[in-house]
Protein backbone atom coordinates (compact mmCIF):
# COMPACT_ATOMS: atom_id res chain seq x y z
CA UNK A 1 0.00 0.00 0.00
CA UNK A 2 1.09 3.71 -0.81
CA UNK A 3 0.10 7.12 -0.03
CA UNK A 4 -0.59 9.41 -2.45
CA UNK A 5 0.50 12.87 -1.14
CA UNK A 6 -0.19 15.75 -3.27
CA UNK A 7 2.87 18.83 -2.95
CA UNK A 8 1.69 22.53 -4.02
CA UNK A 9 3.43 23.71 -7.20
CA UNK A 10 4.31 27.14 -7.45
CA UNK A 11 4.78 29.84 -4.84
CA UNK A 12 4.65 27.23 -1.99
CA UNK A 13 6.90 24.32 -3.54
CA UNK A 14 10.23 25.88 -2.63
CA UNK A 15 9.07 26.06 1.26
CA UNK A 16 7.37 22.98 1.21
CA UNK A 17 10.54 20.89 -0.13
CA UNK A 18 12.09 22.28 2.58
CA UNK A 19 10.17 21.49 5.28
CA UNK A 20 9.85 17.50 4.32
CA UNK A 21 13.42 17.85 4.30
CA UNK A 22 13.80 19.09 7.77
CA UNK A 23 11.40 16.35 8.87
CA UNK A 24 13.32 13.71 7.44
CA UNK A 25 11.90 13.21 3.65
CA UNK A 26 14.78 13.79 1.43
CA UNK A 27 12.55 14.79 -1.97
CA UNK A 28 13.90 14.86 -5.70
CA UNK A 29 12.27 16.94 -8.11
CA UNK A 30 13.62 15.95 -12.20
CA UNK A 31 13.90 19.13 -14.41
CA UNK A 32 9.77 19.90 -15.29
CA UNK A 33 8.61 16.36 -14.18
CA UNK A 34 5.35 16.51 -12.00
CA UNK A 35 6.34 13.41 -10.13
CA UNK A 36 9.04 13.89 -7.55
CA UNK A 37 10.71 11.00 -5.85
CA UNK A 38 11.05 10.49 -2.25
CA UNK A 39 12.97 8.47 0.13
CA UNK A 40 9.86 6.68 1.64
CA UNK A 41 8.64 3.68 -0.47
CA UNK A 42 5.22 3.95 1.42
CA UNK A 43 4.79 7.85 -0.88
CA UNK A 44 4.05 8.22 -3.77
CA UNK A 45 4.28 12.47 -4.70
CA UNK A 46 3.21 14.54 -7.16
CA UNK A 47 2.86 18.38 -7.51
CA UNK A 48 -0.44 19.87 -8.46
CA UNK A 49 -1.33 23.48 -8.00
CA UNK A 50 -2.31 24.25 -4.61
CA UNK A 51 -5.84 25.84 -5.90
CA UNK A 52 -6.49 21.97 -7.31
CA UNK A 53 -5.50 20.03 -4.24
CA UNK A 54 -8.73 19.98 -1.92
CA UNK A 55 -10.80 19.01 -5.28
CA UNK A 56 -8.43 16.00 -6.16
CA UNK A 57 -8.38 15.28 -2.41
CA UNK A 58 -12.20 15.42 -2.27
CA UNK A 59 -12.18 13.53 -5.62
CA UNK A 60 -9.98 11.03 -4.25
CA UNK A 61 -7.54 11.00 -6.61
CA UNK A 62 -5.03 11.71 -3.98
CA UNK A 63 -5.08 10.88 -0.38
CA UNK A 64 -2.68 13.56 1.54
CA UNK A 65 -1.31 17.36 0.66
CA UNK A 66 -0.47 20.51 1.52
CA UNK A 67 -2.29 23.30 0.40
CA UNK A 68 -3.88 27.13 1.47
CA UNK A 69 -6.93 27.19 3.28
CA UNK A 70 -7.98 30.03 0.94
CA UNK A 71 -8.22 27.12 -1.54
CA UNK A 72 -10.23 24.79 0.82
CA UNK A 73 -12.75 27.49 1.25
CA UNK A 74 -12.86 29.07 -2.22
CA UNK A 75 -13.37 25.22 -3.73
CA UNK A 76 -15.84 24.55 -0.86
CA UNK A 77 -14.14 21.23 -1.19
CA UNK A 78 -14.87 18.75 1.58
CA UNK A 79 -11.86 17.38 3.25
CA UNK A 80 -10.60 16.50 6.48
CA UNK A 81 -8.04 18.93 7.98
CA UNK A 82 -4.99 17.53 9.87
CA UNK A 83 -3.84 20.46 11.29
CA UNK A 84 -1.78 23.47 10.57
CA UNK A 85 1.56 24.77 9.27
CA UNK A 86 2.42 28.43 9.37
CA UNK A 87 4.35 29.24 6.43
CA UNK A 88 3.88 30.95 3.11
CA UNK A 89 6.47 31.43 0.14
CA UNK A 90 9.02 33.58 1.49
CA UNK A 91 8.87 32.17 4.98
CA UNK A 92 7.48 31.21 8.16
CA UNK A 93 4.12 33.67 8.40
CA UNK A 94 0.40 33.54 7.37
CA UNK A 95 -0.96 35.18 4.23
CA UNK A 96 -3.97 38.11 3.74
CA UNK A 97 -6.48 38.18 1.20
CA UNK A 98 -6.83 42.21 0.88
CA UNK A 99 -9.32 44.61 -0.74
CA UNK A 100 -7.09 46.63 -2.43
CA UNK A 101 -7.94 49.78 -4.62
CA UNK A 102 -5.61 52.49 -6.12
CA UNK A 103 -3.76 54.73 -3.88
CA UNK A 104 -6.29 58.04 -5.39
CA UNK A 105 -9.37 56.00 -5.51
CA UNK A 106 -12.12 57.26 -3.69
CA UNK A 107 -13.53 53.68 -2.24
CA UNK A 108 -12.51 53.89 1.27
CA UNK A 109 -14.38 50.54 2.33
CA UNK A 110 -16.53 47.94 0.66
CA UNK A 111 -19.71 49.86 0.66
CA UNK A 112 -17.87 51.84 -2.18
CA UNK A 113 -17.71 48.71 -4.17
CA UNK A 114 -21.55 48.83 -5.19
CA UNK A 115 -21.75 48.41 -8.99
CA UNK A 116 -17.71 48.44 -9.35
CA UNK A 117 -15.51 45.63 -10.94
CA UNK A 118 -13.48 43.57 -8.66
CA UNK A 119 -10.19 41.36 -9.96
CA UNK A 120 -9.59 38.32 -8.37
CA UNK A 121 -8.38 34.73 -8.26
CA UNK A 122 -10.52 34.34 -5.23
CA UNK A 123 -13.85 34.58 -7.00
CA UNK A 124 -16.33 32.44 -4.76
CA UNK A 125 -14.85 33.92 -1.21
CA UNK A 126 -14.97 37.32 -3.00
CA UNK A 127 -18.59 37.23 -4.06
CA UNK A 128 -19.39 35.72 -0.40
CA UNK A 129 -17.70 38.33 1.34
CA UNK A 130 -20.00 41.32 -1.32
CA UNK A 131 -23.00 39.58 -0.28
CA UNK A 132 -22.21 39.11 3.71
CA UNK A 133 -21.77 43.11 2.72
CA UNK A 134 -24.75 43.71 1.29
CA UNK A 135 -22.83 44.98 -1.72
CA UNK A 136 -23.49 44.02 -5.67
CA UNK A 137 -20.85 44.71 -7.58
CA UNK A 138 -18.87 42.24 -10.72
CA UNK A 139 -16.35 40.02 -9.93
CA UNK A 140 -14.08 39.33 -12.40
CA UNK A 141 -11.50 36.24 -12.92
CA UNK A 142 -8.05 37.43 -12.58
CA UNK A 143 -5.59 35.03 -14.54
CA UNK A 144 -2.27 36.40 -13.04
CA UNK A 145 -0.99 39.95 -12.28
CA UNK A 146 -4.04 41.41 -10.45
CA UNK A 147 -1.90 44.12 -9.04
CA UNK A 148 -1.31 45.40 -12.22
CA UNK A 149 -4.96 46.21 -13.68
CA UNK A 150 -6.15 48.96 -11.68
CA UNK A 151 -7.56 51.40 -12.47
CA UNK A 152 -7.82 50.88 -16.41
CA UNK A 153 -9.45 47.24 -16.11
CA UNK A 154 -10.76 47.13 -13.06
CA UNK A 155 -12.16 49.23 -9.88
CA UNK A 156 -9.94 46.95 -6.97
CA UNK A 157 -8.49 43.40 -6.55
CA UNK A 158 -8.91 41.19 -4.06
CA UNK A 159 -5.35 39.67 -3.33
CA UNK A 160 -3.34 37.40 -1.57
CA UNK A 161 0.25 39.74 0.33
CA UNK A 162 2.21 38.45 2.89
CA UNK A 163 4.19 42.04 3.38
CA UNK A 164 2.20 44.34 1.44
CA UNK A 165 5.14 45.32 -0.42
CA UNK A 166 4.19 44.48 -4.29
CA UNK A 167 0.86 46.73 -3.40
CA UNK A 168 2.74 49.57 -2.63
CA UNK A 169 4.75 49.14 -5.32
CA UNK A 170 1.95 48.99 -7.59
CA UNK A 171 0.61 52.13 -6.19
CA UNK A 172 -1.92 50.01 -4.54
CA UNK A 173 -3.41 50.80 -0.73
CA UNK A 174 -5.35 48.30 1.17
CA UNK A 175 -9.07 49.30 2.20
CA UNK A 176 -10.13 46.18 4.15
CA UNK A 177 -8.43 42.43 5.43
CA UNK A 178 -11.22 39.58 4.32
CA UNK A 179 -9.05 36.89 6.54
CA UNK A 180 -6.08 35.65 7.21
CA UNK A 181 -4.69 32.23 5.38
CA UNK A 182 -2.58 29.18 6.29
CA UNK A 183 -1.36 26.37 5.11
CA UNK A 184 -3.18 23.33 5.60
CA UNK A 185 -2.57 19.26 5.75
CA UNK A 186 -5.69 18.07 4.57
CA UNK A 187 -7.04 14.34 3.73
CA UNK A 188 -10.77 12.88 2.69
CA UNK A 189 -12.60 10.72 4.94
CA UNK A 190 -12.13 7.46 3.02
CA UNK A 191 -7.97 7.97 3.93
CA UNK A 192 -8.56 9.08 7.35
CA UNK A 193 -10.86 6.17 7.98
CA UNK A 194 -8.14 3.32 6.56
CA UNK A 195 -6.23 2.50 9.81
CA UNK A 196 -2.58 2.30 8.05
CA UNK A 197 -2.73 5.92 5.76
CA UNK A 198 -3.93 7.46 8.77
CA UNK A 199 -1.35 6.53 10.81
CA UNK A 200 1.17 6.68 7.52
CA UNK A 201 -0.71 10.59 7.46
CA UNK A 202 -0.07 11.19 11.22
CA UNK A 203 3.44 10.40 11.50
CA UNK A 204 3.71 12.89 8.62
CA UNK A 205 2.11 15.49 10.21
CA UNK A 206 3.83 15.02 13.58
CA UNK A 207 7.45 14.94 11.61
CA UNK A 208 6.53 18.64 9.48
CA UNK A 209 5.02 20.23 12.34
CA UNK A 210 8.32 19.41 14.61
CA UNK A 211 10.15 20.72 11.89
CA UNK A 212 8.49 23.81 11.73
CA UNK A 213 8.40 24.46 15.51
CA UNK A 214 12.37 23.87 15.44
CA UNK A 215 12.44 26.57 12.38
CA UNK A 216 12.68 29.95 14.69
CA UNK A 217 14.08 27.98 17.62
CA UNK A 218 18.04 26.76 18.81
CA UNK A 219 19.40 25.03 21.76
CA UNK A 220 21.23 26.47 23.92
CA UNK A 221 24.02 24.59 26.46
CA UNK A 222 26.66 26.51 28.30
CA UNK A 223 27.86 26.19 32.02
CA UNK A 224 27.31 27.79 35.38
CA UNK A 225 28.97 27.66 38.84
CA UNK A 226 26.73 26.75 41.44
CA UNK A 227 26.81 30.85 43.33
CA UNK A 228 24.88 32.01 39.86
CA UNK A 229 22.93 29.85 38.90
CA UNK A 230 19.80 31.01 39.97
CA UNK A 231 20.73 34.06 38.49
CA UNK A 232 21.35 32.70 34.87
CA UNK A 233 17.96 30.36 35.38
CA UNK A 234 16.24 34.24 36.29
CA UNK A 235 17.05 35.12 32.91
CA UNK A 236 16.63 32.20 30.93
CA UNK A 237 13.79 31.27 28.54
CA UNK A 238 12.75 28.09 28.12
CA UNK A 239 9.75 26.13 26.48
CA UNK A 240 9.30 24.43 29.93
CA UNK A 241 12.26 24.51 32.09
CA UNK A 242 15.93 23.75 31.32
CA UNK A 243 17.59 20.52 31.39
CA UNK A 244 20.45 20.94 34.85
CA UNK A 245 23.44 18.31 35.11
CA UNK A 246 26.03 18.25 37.51
CA UNK A 247 29.35 18.66 36.04
CA UNK A 248 32.42 16.77 37.11
CA UNK A 249 34.16 19.27 38.70
CA UNK A 250 31.94 19.86 41.89
CA UNK A 251 30.05 23.18 42.34
CA UNK A 252 29.57 23.16 38.36
CA UNK A 253 26.41 22.59 36.68
CA UNK A 254 25.10 21.91 32.73
CA UNK A 255 22.31 24.24 31.94
CA UNK A 256 20.63 23.03 28.09
CA UNK A 257 17.37 24.99 26.60
CA UNK A 258 15.37 25.76 24.29
CA UNK A 259 14.98 29.78 22.80
CA UNK A 260 13.78 31.71 20.10
CA UNK A 261 16.40 32.23 17.99
CA UNK A 262 15.96 36.24 17.39
CA UNK A 263 15.91 36.50 21.25
CA UNK A 264 19.57 35.17 21.52
CA UNK A 265 21.48 38.15 19.92
CA UNK A 266 19.82 39.69 23.34
CA UNK A 267 19.85 36.80 25.47
CA UNK A 268 23.50 35.62 25.11
CA UNK A 269 25.40 39.02 26.22
CA UNK A 270 22.91 38.89 29.59
CA UNK A 271 23.74 34.98 30.28
CA UNK A 272 27.04 35.94 29.89
CA UNK A 273 26.68 39.12 32.49
CA UNK A 274 24.67 36.59 34.62
CA UNK A 275 27.84 34.35 35.04
CA UNK A 276 27.20 31.77 32.51
CA UNK A 277 30.34 30.99 30.26
CA UNK A 278 31.40 27.93 27.44
CA UNK A 279 28.07 29.39 25.83
CA UNK A 280 26.90 27.51 22.77
CA UNK A 281 24.16 28.20 20.26
CA UNK A 282 23.40 25.01 18.10
CA UNK A 283 20.61 24.64 15.48
CA UNK A 284 17.19 22.26 16.00
CA UNK A 285 15.65 19.96 12.93
CA UNK A 286 12.83 18.86 14.76
CA UNK A 287 10.74 19.96 18.35
CA UNK A 288 8.02 17.61 19.82
CA UNK A 289 6.16 19.17 22.34
Not at 56 to 81: H, P, Q, R, S
Not at 117 to 130: D, F, G, P, Q, R
Not at 195 to 203: G, I, T, V
Amino acid sequence: MKLKVALPKGSLQEMSVKLFKRAGYNININGSSYFPTVDDPEIEMVLIRAQEIPRYIEEKVIDFGLTGKDWILETKANVVELGELIYARSGFSKVKWVLAVPNNSPIQNVNDLEGKTIATELVEVTKEYLKKNKVEANVEFSWGATEVKPPELCDAIVEVTETGSSLKANNLRIVETLFESTTRIITNKEAFENPWKQEKMENIMLLLQSALAAESRVGLMMNVDEKNLKGVLAVLPSMKSPTISKLSENGWYDINTIAEEKAVRTLIPKLKKAGACAIVEYPLNKVID
